[in-house]
């Protein structure tokens, strides 16, 4: 190369990671701005592996969102719409109002729909561990058949509904505690039936939603001894014959960790147990701790970022078969929970930036050739 076109080069260079900066500076909806329709679908360059999906809300059926779905997408989740507090938020009152509108969208740009979640410990409404009296259930053999029975009504009520739609629950969430001795979280569903919530969680799921497949979802299962604890639960309720049919890894990473390789040998060590496995959650935070917070996205964090989403899409496609669907937390920079999670800070966890551009981490999946070496997270040959 001569001098003339080496400094071309650098001016380049320097043009775009100052671009870059900018565009990433500021996580704010861009409501004008526009997908690229030229580069090429992430869920197509997948499609031979599994489908790839976003969580959502309803906001997200129109506007540059909607427009990254139907280009980009092939599958949605309810980001929070399915959840109990908002789906049945009174013990006698359902509102599907919005997980419905989510639902309608992908019934017409034909994507798929998993459901999260028939049960958590978490966005539950504050009627379902209490008395009439407004007192917080005590662990009687009443109160644990009270449980059980609103249990059994909320996924009758809510499968059905979603039943021609929904082809994956998520019919329970975050059970594992690694720090109890025994590995199962003390949540008020431990708390009042021991370990019989699940079972209940997934027959009736089974009876009412015969089609789905029915996940028990996890964060941190690369973690040794969570996923230990994970494996042995999921082994007996097989065993004892509760339909259980798939793990899902949340996967909420960071540019640090977990390594690949121990989130292969978690999907290899689950695939002894014969059953499905899904990335459920997916983004990949820039920070390494919960104390840093950054204004704009430091260019070697997305090239770090871009580099680790290769090597994570390179073993996904290798365990071809294993994992049946990746799902990203959410669809672009401008709307993550990472913002609010462990704290308020900007963060650019997913493949899109805030003006719906694709990223390095997006051509990291797509066409590793087209990401430049250690630049500023920049992309050549566009
Ligand atoms: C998060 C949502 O993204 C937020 O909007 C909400 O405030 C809290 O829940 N694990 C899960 C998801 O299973 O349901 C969580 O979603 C993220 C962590």
Redesign the pocket.
């Known amino acids: 190369m001569n001098r003339r076109w080496r400094q071309l080069l650098t001016v380049f260079t320097l043009l775009a990671s100052v671009a870059i900066a900018q565009t990433q500076a500021a996580p704010q909806r861009a409501a004008n701005a526009s997908p690229d329709v030229t580069v090429p679908s992430l869920s197509q360059a997948l499609a031979p592996f599994f489908p790839v999906g976003a969580?959502v809300t309803p906001d997200d059926t129109a506007g540059p969102h909607a427009e990254l779905l139907k280009r980009h997408f092939g599958s949605v989740v309810a980001?929070?719409d399915m959840?109990w507090a908002r789906i049945h938020p009174g013990e006698e009152k359902y509102d599907f109002t919005r997980a419905d509108k989510i639902v309608a969208f992908a019934r017409d740009n034909h994507l798929l729909v998993r459901g999260?979640?028939l049960l958590w410990h978490k966005?539950n409404p504050s009627w379902l561990f209490k008395d009439a009296n407004g007192n917080d259930l005590q662990p009687t053999p009443e109160n644990k058949a009270l449980v059980l029975s609103r249990l059994e009504k909320h996924i009758r009520t809510v499968a059905a509904h979603y039943r021609d739609d929904v082809y994956a629950w998520d019919v329970v969430?975050?059970v594992i505690d690694p720090s109890e001795p025994d590995g199962m979280r003390r949540t008020p569903w431990f708390l009042l039936t021991g370990t019989d919530y699940l079972d209940t969680a997934f027959r009736v799921a089974r009876e009412v939603a015969p089609k789905a497949k029915l996940y028990i979802?996890d964060?941190d299962t690369t973690d040794p001894v969570k996923r230990q604890y994970l494996f042995n639960l999921v082994r007996d309720l097989k065993r004892r014959g509760v339909p259980v049919d798939g793990v899902g890894h949340?996967m909420?990473i960071n540019i640090d960790c977990p390594s690949v390789a121990d989130f292969v040998e978690t999907v290899n060590m689950f695939a002894q147990l014969g059953v499905d496995q899904q990335v459920t959650?997916l983004d990949m935070s820039v920070y390494h701790t919960g104390a840093d917070a950054y204004t704009v996205a430091h260019p070697e964090a997305l090239a770090k970022q871009a580099e680790r989403y290769r090597e994570l899409f390179d073993a996904l496609r290798q365990l071809k078969g294993k994992i049946t669907a990746v799902t990203f937390?959410g669809i672009a920079d401008d709307h993550t929970?990472l913002a609010?999670f462990p704290k308020n800070r900007d963060d650019w966890p997913l493949l899109f930036d805030a003006h719906a551009q694709p990223k390095a981490a997006f051509w990291g999946i797509v066409d590793s050739r087209r990401l430049t070496p250690k630049n500023a997270g920049g992309v050549a040959g566009q």
């Open positions: 969580a980001e929070n959840k999260h979640t966005q969430n975050e979802n964060y949340q909420h959650e937390w929970w609010h």
